[in-house]
């Protein structure tokens, strides 16, 4: 225990591949953190759970623990399944409930909303966006997620964004490549995420020659991406993160498609200025869904 009396919170970003669990306070960081591969899901809500316990024994009771997690998630609190893990394909976890599972585990308040809107809320509070209300965050990774904060909150509605799956044009150099989304093919996700990328050209962008047409097609759909979220959300910042975002070429290049895009339509991006200060990396000093994951603990704990 320490002399610290500022309440203690756990945090989970719950991944695909691995979970990150910490706990600490968004705004002071994690005092501690824990890594597991997303096995099946009693084993690895189990090793959170000690995890936990064993934070607990050492730093103090937690208030509140916070999950954002992949989904899709039934994020409805009327709903008896609220909390649960809806249709992935990931084996045994359909209908697994990490956020009852944990709650009465820990017997605490457990707060749960995706990943993407974890981070988003991050971001706005705490990292590249900093002090703004409406606040869009996008991981170009193994998958794309969409999270989306208005008015400083993390919004859901019937269901959750989903904005991954965006459609986009196709680029006219992208050739016959069909996409590897396996609900729609060539949607934003199954055309610009980094197993996209790697089924049209065999390899990453990491691997790939500076000059190739890889950059330039994955900026373009960026840039609509980023086009449409302006055009449908108005946000005052658009974080890009994930791994295919380590690119460091493409963020001026999705700068420029963005407003290419917009056509001066969106009057207030016109100035290229906007888009460098308003489309950023991330700035959180851990990762965004982990901060996020306290920002939600916090929030139930009311
Ligand atoms: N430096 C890099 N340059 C280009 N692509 C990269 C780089 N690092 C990772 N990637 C790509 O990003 C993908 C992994 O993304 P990320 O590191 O965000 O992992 P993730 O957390 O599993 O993704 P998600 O957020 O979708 O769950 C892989 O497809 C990989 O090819
Ligand atoms: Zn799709």
Request: glycine share 14%; with cysteine.
């Amino acid at each position: 225990m320490t002399s610290d009396t500022s309440p203690l919170y756990g945090a989970i970003e719950a991944g695909g591949t691995k979970m990150v669990c910490g706990v600490g306070a968004a705004r002071t960081g994690s005092r501690a953190t824990f890594r597991t591969d997303t096995r099946a899901p009693e084993a690895t809500v189990a090793a959170m759970i000690a995890f936990f316990r064993e934070a607990q024994g050492r730093h103090g009771p937690l208030a509140a623990v916070g999950i954002g997690t992949f989904g899709p998630v039934d994020l409805d609190p009327a709903s008896p399944d609220y909390g649960a893990i809806t249709t992935t394909p990931k084996p045994g976890w359909p209908g697994t409930n990490m956020r009852r599972m944990l709650a009465e585990a820990l017997g605490v308040p457990v707060a749960i909303d995706t990943d993407v809107n974890a981070a988003a809320l991050a971001e706005a509070r705490l990292g590249a966006a900093k002090g703004r209300n409406s606040v869009v965050y996008a991981t170009i990774g193994t998958g794309v997620g969409i999270g989306i904060v208005v008015g400083g909150r993390a919004i859901t509605g019937y269901g959750h964004p989903e904005g991954g799956h965006l459609l986009v044009r196709r680029h006219a150099d992208h050739g016959d490549f069909a996409g590897i989304c396996p609900y729609h093919g060539d949607c934003l996700e199954g055309l610009a995420s980094g197993p996209a990328i790697k089924a049209a050209w065999g390899a990453s962008l990491a691997e790939l020659p500076e000059d190739h047409p890889a950059f330039a097609i994955e900026a373009d759909y960026l840039g609509q991406m980023c086009a449409s979220l302006i055009l449908t959300v108005a946000p005052e910042h658009i974080v890009l993160g994930g791994g295919v975002m380590n690119q460091e070429r493409l963020l001026p290049m999705i700068r420029a498609e963005t407003l290419r895009r917009l056509a001066g339509y969106a009057a207030l991006w016109s100035d290229p200025a906007v888009a460098d200060a308003r489309i950023t990396l991330p700035g959180c000093t851990e990762p965004p869904g982990l901060l996020g994951a306290y920002l939600l603990a916090e929030q139930a704990r009311g």
